[in-house]
């Protein structure tokens, strides 16, 4: 015990330096700076009292100038959803963590009417600090929101419809209320409840957590309100639309006779094939060829085939056909016949025959 205390205050003084020296070396490593970021500025209705509209957000600004002040390497690091780059510093090569910086409107204290509102900034780390922010509040006007209920309508696209016979569509809930300014809110016409995308189904379906979207006579989305709830369940009977169709089919030969014999001739039975279907696929289907395989063939044969079909077509009698392949001799090599070239010559082929010589 006495070797321990024995000069404790040198050894304190040691400690001391110790310290101190490696937090020198520590800084010269990583010394405190300050980067300037770029940051959106957020602001959410929700955030809103209830009722209470901001009826020129368009002046509000698109971004907030943030200066933090830290260690070197951790403003390096910042590149939250918001920095799309992060800080490069010179000689540095940056190795980027997400770490969001955030700058938003304080709703906490409002009234009706213009005021100030200030602007939140989280850095979210507690080795950074936030030293300047410009601006630092923001001057909007609040007013008490118009509202209407409006029944909600499903809505099916185009392209389902030409495909699906939908009927008793029903939404919960079936109405909703619509606020906001009272000149946007007389612009809304509808309530729409859209449904894009339907899987190959029959019956009753629900489609649930479908977003609600408010739109004027013309169809054209009314942004600038809010629908409470926003978000409906749809139940409706489907059933896909199928449509008969009378296709041609095409067969085709694979591979080569054995030597000395040909292929003359490819007989389907039937020639056409009546398909059922979905009318969006029938309409891609112009004919359907069948790969025949004559791979040293030396006769003549009659098999049965498989139609290659879509997934969602089927055969209305089968998709099963009967071919024949008629397979023949090559002919022998015909005797050339002899062409007399005007002057005595004849020519048999490719060789030309003198005429004999005359009498003396």
């Known amino acids: 015990m006495k070797t321990f205390t024995n000069n404790w205050n ?15 070396v520590k800084s010269q490593d990583n010394p405190l700076v300050t980067a300037t970021f770029k940051v959106n500025l957020h602001f959410d209705r929700a955030d809103l009292p209830k009722k209470m509209i901001i009826t020129d957000s368009s002046k509000i600004p698109q971004f907030v100038t943030v200066t933090l002040y830290g260690p ?4 390096r690091d910042y590149q939250g959803p918001e920095l799309p780059e992060a800080l490069q510093l010179p000689g540095e090569t940056a190795n980027p963590v997400s770490r969001e910086l955030k700058a938003s409107l304080d709703f906490s204290d409002v009234k009706r009417g213009e005021q100030n509102l200030p ?4 850095a979210q780390s507690s080795d950074v600090q936030v030293i300047a922010y410009k601006p630092s509040d923001v001057v909007v006007t609040l007013d008490q929101a118009a509202a209407a209920p409006f029944t909600v309508e499903p809505q099916f696209s185009p392209a389902l419809l030409s495909t699906f016979n939908i009927s008793h569509a029903i939404a919960q809930p079936a109405t909703v209320e619509v606020s906001g300014p009272s000149d946007e809110l007389n612009r809304v016409a509808h309530v729409r409840a859209r449904i894009r995308g339907i899987k190959s189904v029959s019956g009753s379906v629900q489609f649930a957590k479908v977003t609600l979207v408010a739109t004027t ?8 309100v809010l629908i ?14 199928r449509e008969s169709k009378s296709v041609p089919l095409k067969a085709r030969g694979v591979g080569y006779p054995a030597s000395g014999f040909q292929l003359e001739k490819l007989e389907l039975m039937p020639d056409h094939l009546t398909v ?5 696929t029938l309409n891609s289907i112009a004919s359907i060829s069948l790969p025949i395989d004559i ?14 079909l879509p997934s969602d ?7 099963t056909v009967t071919v024949r392949a008629l397979i023949g001799r090559v002919p022998a090599q015909a005797e050339p016949p002899q062409v007399d070239d005007g002057g005595g010559a004849q020519t048999r082929g490719n060789a030309l025959t003198l005429p004999p010589p005359a009498a003396n």
């Open 276 to 280: 059922v279907g979905p009318p969006r």
């Open 119 to 122: 602007v939140r900034v989280d």
């Open 217 to 224: 006579t013309d169809g054209d989305i009314v942004n600038n």
């Open 228 to 241: 409470e709830p926003d978000t409906a369940t749809v139940t409706a009977v489907v059933h896909e639309i």
């Open 72 to 75: 070197r390497l951790t403003l």
């Open 295 to 308: 791979q040293d063939a030396n006769a003549t044969f009659s098999r049965r085939v498989d139609v290659p």
């Open 313 to 319: 077509v089927t055969a209305q009698k089968g998709a």
């Open 10 to 24: 040198l050894k304190l003084t040691a400690l001391v330096l110790a310290v101190a020296l490696w937090s020198h």
